[in-house]
């Protein structure tokens, strides 16, 4: 069965730091690209970071570039998101998710972990 | 960066109706556009991919279409496991990804 399994949320202080994890199962996980995607409470979907099957690129939305790093670590089947200088607007429901191809639509979901940035 | 714009926010609809919700591209996107349902709590599920392409084990009742900056999804005969939120998704602008803000189908 094709999983994703997302752990490392939590509540955190504003300009903290956080790493969240999604291990993969079910598919050959070095051949896809992979995303995070978060949801604020109540709100949409946002696409935060993406990074190639390889992990030699890696592509950021502009709400978090320079302060969240994607990275993967095809031995263990994992994706992380290191998460720094976080703001209450990072506040949200954080959700790896696998891409169909390159750049492509996202077929595979995981639950999400929940991330909250207060004092 | 492409913005995406979906109509409308909400609808109240019947079992057994037909649906349409639109997604606007705010540059042309080719027919890189995904369609996803969410019911709350859960993660998102794909229900179509390339603008009209439906993903594996989705029911025949979905249906996108549209190309360029126009697209829609039509639920032929709505069902009740069908009420949920809907969004849609570009995937053209290279290696960035953008959700429309989306639609909510509720019971009429």
């Known amino acids: 069965e094709v999983q994703l399994l997302e752990s490392g949320g939590g509540l955190v202080q504003p300009g903290g730091s956080l790493r969240l994890s999604c291990a993969a199962s079910g598919f050959t996980y070095s051949s896809y690209a992979m995303s995070w995607v978060r949801q604020a409470p109540g709100r949409g979907l946002e696409w935060v970071s993406a990074?190639?099957?390889?992990?030699?690129?890696?592509y950021y939305a502009d709400s978090v570039k320079g302060r969240f790093t994607i990275s993967r670590d095809n031995s263990k089947n994992t994706l992380y998101l290191q998460m720094n200088s976080l703001r209450a607007e990072d506040t949200a429901v954080y959700s790896c998710?696998?891409?169909?191809?390159?750049?492509?639509?996202?077929?595979?979901w995981g639950q999400g972990t929940m991330v909250t940035v207060s004092s | 960066d492409i913005q995406m714009t979906q109509s409308p926010s909400t609808l109240s609809a019947s079992v057994g109706d037909r649906v349409t919700i639109t997604c606007r591209a705010s540059h042309s996107i080719s027919r890189w556009l995904a369609w996803y349902q969410q019911k709350p709590g859960k993660a998102p599920k794909l229900l179509i991919y390339?603008?009209?392409s439906l993903e594996g084990g989705v029911p025949s009742r979905f249906s996108g279409s549209g190309s360029g900056t126009e697209f829609t999804l039509t639920i032929s005969s709505l069902q009740p496991d069908d009420f949920a939120t809907y969004y849609c998704q570009q995937y053209n602008s290279y290696l960035t990804w953008t959700f429309g803000q989306g639609t909510k189908v509720e019971i009429k």
């Open positions: 990074v190639s099957g390889s992990g030699d690129d890696t």
């Open positions: 998710a696998k891409s169909r191809a390159v750049a492509d639509a996202f077929d595979v």
């Open positions: 390339d603008a009209s």
